[in-house]
């Protein structure tokens, strides 16, 4: 797996994307998982969760791309948006990304990946 972009910037949630929630920072990227193996496989899960690195506080978490299928040595991207309150952030965050999948030969096939994430000082 990997990220687009490596490092995310947390931003003011504009009220397009949070409605009339306030007080919230969102983050907007990608992460392509590519097939290696000349095996094609089904995406059974890929969990994103946001950590806060001075204690490992999760304060957001999301699920993307359950039964999202990969051709063999084919490639997929699966968007990574996620919101969550400005008061449970600090300067330096994490996604952690999880992915679970099985291969059409049956094999289990997982993968774990951090995006670093900065907020934003504007």
């Given at each position: ?5 490596a490092t995310i910037v947390a931003v003011v949630c ?21 097939e290696s193996g000349g095996v094609a496989g089904v995406v059974n899960r890929v969990g994103f ?74």
């Amino acid at each position: 797996m990997s990220a687009t972009p490596a490092t995310i910037v947390a931003v003011v949630c504009p009220p397009a994307h949070c409605g009339s929630l306030t007080g919230q920072l969102e983050v907007i990227g990608g992460v392509t998982i590519r097939e290696s193996g000349g095996v094609a496989g089904v995406v059974n899960r890929v969990g994103f969760t946001v950590r806060r690195r001075s204690d490992n506080a999760a304060i957001a978490a999301n699920e993307e791309a359950a039964g999202t299928r990969i051709a063999a040595n084919g490639s997929v991207t699966v968007p990574v948006m996620m919101h969550f309150d400005e008061a449970l952030a600090e300067s330096n965050m994490k996604i952690v990304v999880s992915l679970d999948a099985r291969d059409d030969n049956g094999h289990q096939i997982t993968s774990t990946t951090e995006i670093e994430v900065l907020r934003s000082t504007s």
